[in-house]
Structure formats: C-alpha cells, structure tokens
C-alpha cells in the first residue's frame, strides 16, 4: 500500500468524490482539502493515527451506511440482511484468521465500545449467568423484578484490575471519569518508579491481595513490550479473566513483531481493540474471544450497541485483508525499527526518553525534565512549526493529565508515508532545536501575580523559521497522495 502517489484508479476516485461535493456539499469538500492540507503538510507523529489506504476509505463511504442490521450475522432483527450477512461473516472470519483467534466480533464501533461490550460479557458469564442457572431461568425478559434486581447488584462492584492513566492506562480502564469506574471496583497498578517498566511480581503481589474479577492489561502510552504468559498466570493465582487491550499495538500484533509470550491473544480470555491505530483500518473496534466467552461477547448487539456500521465493517474487511498480506509484516517492522532509532536518536542528543527506549510504536519523552516545559508548551511549540504529536501525562506526573510533563511521539502514520530509520537523526534533531529553544512565558493570575505560565511560550524566532524549512524538507521526500 502507497499514500504517496495515487494510483490512477485512486486518483479517479478521489477526483470524483471532489467533484461530487463541489455540487452537493462546496463546504464539506472545502474542509476536505484543507484536511488533505493539513495532512500533507505536517510530520504527523500522532501515536494513535495513521494514514488508511483509499480502498479502505471508499469502502467506507457506500450503501452499506443505509443498511440496519440489529443482531448477528443469520440472526437479524432486521429484514433485508443476506448481503450485509455475508460482508459480517466474511469481515469476522478475516478477522479471526488475521490474529489466529478462536473467535472475532467486529461490531464494535470504537475501541471504547468495544471495552464496553467486553466488560459487559464478563460480567454476564461470571456474575449474571450462574445466577439465571440457579433460577433456571435464561430469558431476561421473564424474571421478576426481585431476581432481576438481584442480577443487577451482581454486575455492580466486581473488581477491575489495570493500569494506572499516569502509567498509560486508558480512561476506559477505570479512570473516574470514565463509566468503566462506576461500574467496578477498580484498583490500579503501575509503573516501576525505577524503571517505569511493568513490575509483574508487584503486579502479583497486588493482584493476590485484591483478587479481581478482571485483571486488566493494555496501553495508550506505554513503550515495552508486555509479557502476557506472566499476566496469564497471575490471572490464573487469583481466578481472574485476563482482560487485553491492544487498541495501540494490534498492527504489531497482526505484524508477527509480538509473537510467543508477547502476543496477548494466545494467553488472553479476551482481547479488544482498534482498527485505525498501528492497524491502519477505518475507525473502530473489534473484539477476539476464547470459545468460553464468545457467547457472551456475540451478544454485543444488544447488550451495549445497536445497529452495526456496516459501511465500517465493509472497510474493516479491506483493512484486514490488507493486514492478512506479507508486506503488513515489513510494514510492522518497520514501525519498530523507526521508533527505536528515533528513540535513539533523542538519547544521544541528550533528550529524557522513558525507559530509554522502545518496543512498540511509542516513545515517551519528559519534556519537563529534559526542557523545563510542559507537555502542552511542548505540543504546541512543535504543532507551530508543522509536527503534530500529543502531549502525555507521565507515570507520577506532576503537572497533571491536562498539561503533563511529556509528549507522546508515535511512528505507524510516519512508516506508512515511507520514513526510513535514517530520517529519524534529522526529527530527533528538530525536536530538540525546537524544544530546546521554547521558553515558558510569563502570565499574570487573576490576582495579579505573575508567573511563568503553564500553557503560553515562546519560541525563538529564528529556530521557528529554521525547523520549518527542514520540516518542509523532510516532507518533500514522502509526499502524501502527490
Ligand atoms: N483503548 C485504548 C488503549 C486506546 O488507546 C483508545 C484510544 O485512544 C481506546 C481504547 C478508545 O478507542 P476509540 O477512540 O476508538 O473509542
């Protein structure tokens, strides 16, 4: 797959779409462009986005978005579904086979839903199921108010166990302001405050003494490879659900870069995800499960969603399709390879990278410790003279997950444009002029007291203008849809 020049079928396409909208839609079209702009013109090094290939995009804008189809595959709410069947079916079993699974559920319409959908099928078979045995009673809809109370408070409270959001844990991982946090009894676990690594023996340690329904493991922000045959033991000590969300690293999964102990659906109960990370997919989710939860999984529809996208779906089928080809293997090796020079590359210029390194497609950097910057003034600084990345809190932040104290540099959308390892000395040395020459600005309180502000800086100017012309430089060599 090429973003850098459109083959002359892609080409027909998007010329079409454009002259579609210039009659129907002039704004959208405009917006369009200016998307396609932003795109093109910015080193875009956003962890948890990538560039999809326009095969995926177009199977995404077609009829498909007109079709309800309640239920699962053969088993419909719905009239009129024997073709969406066959898209769902053949969707699933692309799915499946790409990550070797017992059983895939591709409805999800996001990673969070798909979060949502899982913890709501563990729940069913650990805590809804062996109640509705007991009453001998398996249709919902028939129990009495009392029992279906007692159902309820059996959902309610279960513990969950996962990463801390400072350690780079997901909101939906049981972060307060997240449902996920109503619905359990969540403990956290994280970091090393030595190695920012994953402690398993302390993971061990909390896990016995918590002993949770779900032992959760996933990241949005975490540079090292986990090691899932130890959590699957855990699980196992303390009865546990080995719970995985690979949102950021299925693309490296699928890519055969975590193989053995690093891959989490050969030791995982069940395992949810993304497709538009390192997956390159449209935006959505999926679901893989071990053939004791899949039930319960398949019953996603209508337990947490309702009408499956089947637009997304039919786009998701391309995507897996082209994951499933060898050349997604050299693509998600190459992500890695990219990131550990960039990382590399930072250390040698004396940048604070966490963990010194990378696995994955991540690598964290503590701005504040290598700059006296917040990761906001760092954001933005960068965003000004045309990288795009995020701001990230770090494990034991101190300035708090609104202005952090890191950023979060991700390399799966750089490697689809065709960066190599040997352009990584050239970003790394960027950053770091453009970090380096960013100060906080001052700013005045509503009580008058002045101080450096956590938010506003300044750039040199002369930096500002030299990063940008080796920014357009460097891009010239990848162009995007040229
Ligand atoms: N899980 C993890 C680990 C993520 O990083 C994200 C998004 O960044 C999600 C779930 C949520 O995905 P979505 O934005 O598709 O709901």
């Not at 065709?418 to 600005?441: H, N, Q, W, Y």
Request: hydrophobic share 40%; proline share 3%.
């Amino acid at each position: 797959m090429s973003v850098s020049k459109l083959n002359e079928r892609e080409k027909r396409y998007v010329d079409g779409l454009l002259s579609l909208l210039e009659e129907t839609s002039p704004s959208v079209r405009q917006f369009y462009l200016e998307e396609l702009e932003n795109q093109r013109n910015t080193l875009k090094l956003i962890a948890s986005e990538n560039y999809s290939s326009v095969s995926v995009q177009a199977a995404m804008g077609t009829l498909f978005t007109d079709k309800y189809a309640e239920g699962v595959p053969f088993h419909r709410f719905y009239a009129g579904c024997e073709v969406v069947d066959k898209l769902e079916s053949e969707c699933a079993e692309a799915c499946r086979r790409l990550f070797g699974a017992d059983f895939a559920y591709v409805q999800p319409h996001s990673g969070a839903d798909a979060n949502l959908v899982a913890y709501w099928a563990i729940l069913s078979q650990r805590a809804m199921d062996p109640i509705l045995e007991e009453i001998g009673e398996k249709n919902m809809s028939k129990l009495t108010p009392a029992d279906f109370t007692r159902i309820r408070e059996a959902c309610h409270n279960q513990r969950l166990m996962s990463l801390d959001y400072y350690s780079g844990g997901h909101l939906t991982h049981g972060y307060r302001m997240n449902v996920s946090a109503q619905m359990f009894d969540v403990r956290t676990y994280s970091v090393s405050e030595k190695t920012f690594m994953l402690d398993y023996d302390d993971i061990e340690k909390a896990a016995l003494e918590f002993k949770p329904l779900v032992l959760l493991a996933g990241y949005s922000a975490y540079p090292r490879a986990i090691n899932f045959r130890r959590l699957r033991e855990i699980a196992d000590k303390v009865g546990a659900v080995l719970m995985v969300d690979m949102a950021h690293f299925a693309g490296l999964v699928a890519g055969g870069v975590f193989s053995g102990d690093e891959n989490p659906v050969a030791f995982a109960d069940i395992v949810t995800s993304t497709t538009h990370k390192t997956l390159r997919g449209p935006r959505g989710g999926f679901i893989l499960a071990k053939s004791h939860l899949a039930p319960f999984v398949e019953k996603g529809c209508p337990l947490v969603i309702g009408g499956p996208l089947e637009h997304v779906i039919a786009a998701k089928l391309v995507a897996f399709k082209e994951a499933l080809k060898d050349d997604f293997k050299t693509y998600a090796a190459n992500i890695v390879r990219n990131s550990r020079a960039l990382a590399a590359e930072l250390v040698s210029q004396g940048v604070s990278v966490l963990t010194g390194g990378t696995d994955n497609h991540i690598v964290l950097v503590d701005v504040n410790k290598s700059f006296g910057l917040t990761g906001r003034q760092a954001e933005s600084s960068l965003r000004s003279i045309g990288i795009t990345l995020n701001r990230n809190a770090l494990p034991f932040d101190v300035n708090g997950p609104w202005y952090t104290s890191g950023i979060r540099l991700g390399l799966g959308a750089l490697t689809t444009r065709g960066f190599v390892e040997s352009d990584m000395k050239e970003i790394a040395s960027v950053i770091k002029l453009v970090l380096g020459s960013t100060r906080p600005a001052k700013s005045t309180s509503k009580d008058g007291v002045v101080g450096l502000s956590k938010t506003l800086f300044e750039l040199d100017s002369k930096a500002e203008s030299e990063a940008k012309g080796r920014i357009a430089k460097l891009l010239e060599g990848y162009p995007l849809y040229s």
